[in-house]
T-cell receptor, first 108, second 111 residues
Framework: GIQVEQSPPDLILQEGANSTLRCNFS?????LQWFHQNPWGQLINLFY???GTKQNGRLSATTVATERYSLLYISSSQTTDSGVYFC??????????FGGGTRVLVKP | DTGVSQNPRHKITKRGQNVTFRCDPI?????LYWYRQTLGQGPEFLTY????????KSRLLSDRFSAERPKGSFSTLEIQRTEQGDSAMYLC?????????FGQGTRLTVV
């Protein structure tokens, strides 16, 4: 099945800093999603982005499907951005495969 | 639309007991998924339903695990003879097309 790798595994930021999270996947995808897992465990949808670029406030994402990677940009980070960010991809078949996540800590 | 709902939110059980979790998907979503997440890891796929048909099961889903979606709406996940290794967050998701939406999860602790 498809393999999904995220980097870096951990990221410590000072409030106000910008950052880039990366997601590499091993096969062509028909679904690529970014999630933020809140402290209570719920996965919050950030982007559905199998290709192209999207922006939502201080967050934006770009997927280059032909090169099999996606990037999540956090600008002007805030302490509320802390948590775990997951990338998940689906190739042929039914299941989303998750990466290992990037744990982000934004310090005030 | 209230999103994907899971109950209970937390469950503590003794080893060897059976437990059942419920998932109510977003209405009209015909696809439903169960995932399991252990501490420090990403969610892992367990099983997939399209309407009432269970179309895919992971090898992670041992014979102690069973999932149903009898009327193509809500789903249940039962674990029989629980083991300490079953302690995890169990997540349910639903979708109409490709984008999946997750519930709050059920955190299971086996003591």
């Amino acid at each position: 099945g498809i393999q999904v790798e995220q980097s870096p595994p951990d990221l410590i930021l000072q409030e106000g800093a910008n950052s880039t999270l990366r997601c590499n996947f091993s096969d062509s995808v028909n679904n690529l999603q970014w999630f933020h897992q809140n402290p209570w465990g719920q996965l919050i949808n950030l982007f559905y982005i199998p290709s192209g670029t999207k922006q939502n406030g201080r967050l934006s994402a770009t997927t280059v499907a032909t090169e099999r990677y996606s990037l999540l940009y956090i600008s002007s980070s805030q302490t509320t951005d802390s948590g775990v960010y997951f990338c998940a991809a689906k190739a042929a078949g039914n299941k989303l495969t998750f990466g290992g996540g990037t744990r982000v800590l934004v310090k005030p | 639309d209230t999103g994907v709902s899971q109950n209970p939110r937390h469950k503590i059980t003794k080893r060897g007991q059976n437990v059942t979790f419920r998932c109510d998907p977003i209405s009209e979503h015909n696809r439903l998924y169960w995932y399991r997440q252990t501490l420090g890891q990403g969610p892992e796929f367990l099983t997939y339903f399209q309407n009432e048909a269970q179309l895919e099961k992971s090898r992670l889903l041992s014979d102690r695990f069973s999932a149903e979606r009898p009327k193509g709406s809500f789903s249940t996940l039962e674990i029989q003879r629980t083991e300490q290794g079953d302690s995890a967050m169990y997540l349910c998701a639903s979708s109409l097309a490709l984008e999946a939406f997750f519930g709050q999860g059920t955190r299971l602790t086996v003591v």
